[in-house]
């Protein structure tokens, strides 16, 4: 006997059938003898409809009020999947975050979790009962309700299999696993069996959709045993089956690293790169650009600094684009006072990054990349490399293109 968790996303319970063959599919888990929490998304664009709906009121929304009303679409799913259950015959209790006691720190909108009450899951457990829990909310000390970021379903999941020591957390979704790249872009991109848990932090931080980062930072941490798997197989699909298929993220490395370079390509669409001109190049002024930036929540990704001869640099650095606006406004209060010449922005840049333990044992791979890239004259305009991973920086327009052909040039559509 296992205690499982598993977390079904949005689409998984998008509709009253889809969350009765969620239902059916725990009956049979719970059948096979296995002990079952459940974690619920919102129905699939329900968080978006909330939040658009708030900002009808106030283009601007209060963070609490706000997580206040995003956080409503998992209690529908909670009640809606625990009543589903019943009818299949399962002994289930809905609980929303604060009914747990899934206690975060009060950063409204992006709430960390600090600690997990599992008494009330552990009673249910012993009695036989699956409980349901919300995904994506939590509360905080003074009783307030926050919510995780977006998508934050997964890291209720993976938080609560850490809570509990259980043993594995199931990530249920409408796509089987994790691909090379974007099957949407490459048709030819293939289902990882294992990723390791380096890589797929990797992968997650880059955008790629199918885990929240956050998430993968959890498991790291706690060391969860975690797997992304489809819920639109057929929920009667024998547990011998199912519980080998998606992908199974790894914290062993093994063969694999013989076998591929790289194990997938992945890109973030959704980026914008500031540039501040003519600093005196002296010190403490990356601490004074990025400072300000940082103190206001904004994530700070690639970031390059050029040495100049008339003892002034150049400084540039990535953003994730909702954040461009306030960046540059943020910058632009700080420009004289830092004796920079200009703030210069761009915000039709992606990046595209090639993830692989396999580079680690490996030289040249930067080289090979860079040599495709050209090859489509595609202009690089920043890079960064850590031991898994190399990342570019290129214009929009060249996304596509670029995983395309490094997908083709580095033969990840052949089976690894
Ligand atoms: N419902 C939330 C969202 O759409 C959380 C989640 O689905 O994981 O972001
Ligand atoms: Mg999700």
């Known amino acids: 006997m296992a205690l499982i968790v598993q977390k079904y996303g949005g689409t998984s319970v998008g509709s009253p059938e889809r969350i009765r063959a969620v239902a059916q599919r725990v ?65 289930a209790r809905s609980y929303t975050g604060t009914q ?27 009695a036989g009962v699956v409980p349901v829990v919300a995904g994506f909310q939590g509360v905080d000390a003074a009783g307030n309700i ?48 294992t990723v390791t848990f380096e890589e797929m932090l990797e992968l997650a931080s880059l955008g790629s959709k199918v885990l929240q980062i956050r998430a993968v930072e959890f498991a790291g941490k706690y060391q969860v045993r975690l797997r992304v798997l489809s819920s639109l197989t057929d929920p009667d699909l024998p547990l011998a089956e199912e519980s080998v298929s998606g992908t199974l993220i790894t914290f062993e490395e093994d063969e694999k690293m013989e076998q591929a370079l790289i194990s997938g390509i992945a890109f973030a669409r959704d980026e914008a790169k500031l540039t501040v001109t003519g600093v005196p190049d002296r010190p403490g002024i990356a601490y004074a650009i990025l400072g300000p930036v940082g103190d206001a929540n904004i994530d700070v990704d690639m970031i390059i600094q050029n040495a100049s001869v008339e003892g002034t640099t150049d400084f540039s650095f990535t953003v994730p684009r909702g954040d461009y606006q306030k960046a540059m ?14 703030i210069l922005g761009d915000n039709r ?61 580095f033969g990840l559509e052949q089976a690894g």
């Open 27 to 91: 009956a049979k888990w719970r059948r096979g003898g296995h002990q079952v929490v459940v974690v619920v998304s919102a129905m699939s664009g329900e968080t978006n409809r909330l939040i658009a709906l708030a900002r009808q009121i106030d283009p601007d929304p209060d963070s609490r009020e706000l997580d206040v009303i995003a956080s409503t679409g998992e209690q529908v799913t909670i009640g809606l999947a625990a009543m589903a259950l019943r009818s299949f015959g399962i002994e």
């Open 100 to 126: 747990v006691r899934i206690l975060t720190d009060s950063a409204f909108g992006k709430a960390r979790i600090v600690e997990i009450d599992d008494a009330r899951l552990r009673a249910d457990l012993d």
């Open 146 to 193: 926050t919510t995780l970021g977006r998508g934050g379903s997964d890291t209720t999941g993976v938080a609560l299999a850490a809570a509990l020591h259980a043993d594995e957390c199931q990530i249920y979704t409408d796509v089987d696993g994790v691909y090379t790249t974007d099957p949407r872009i490459v048709a030819e991109a293939r289902r990882l069996h």
């Open 329 to 342: 406004a943020i910058l632009e209060t700080v420009r004289t006072h830092m004796g920079a010449r200009a």
């Open 349 to 409: 840049i992606c990046k595209v990054s090639m993830v692989g333990v396999g580079m680690r044992s490996h030289v040249g791979i930067a080289s090979r990349m860079f040599r495709t890239l050209a090859e489509e004259g595609i202009n690089i305009q920043m890079i960064s490399t850590s031991e898994i991973k190399i990342s570019v920086v290129v214009d929009e327009k060249y996304l596509e293109l670029a995983v395309r052909v490094l997908h083709k040039e």
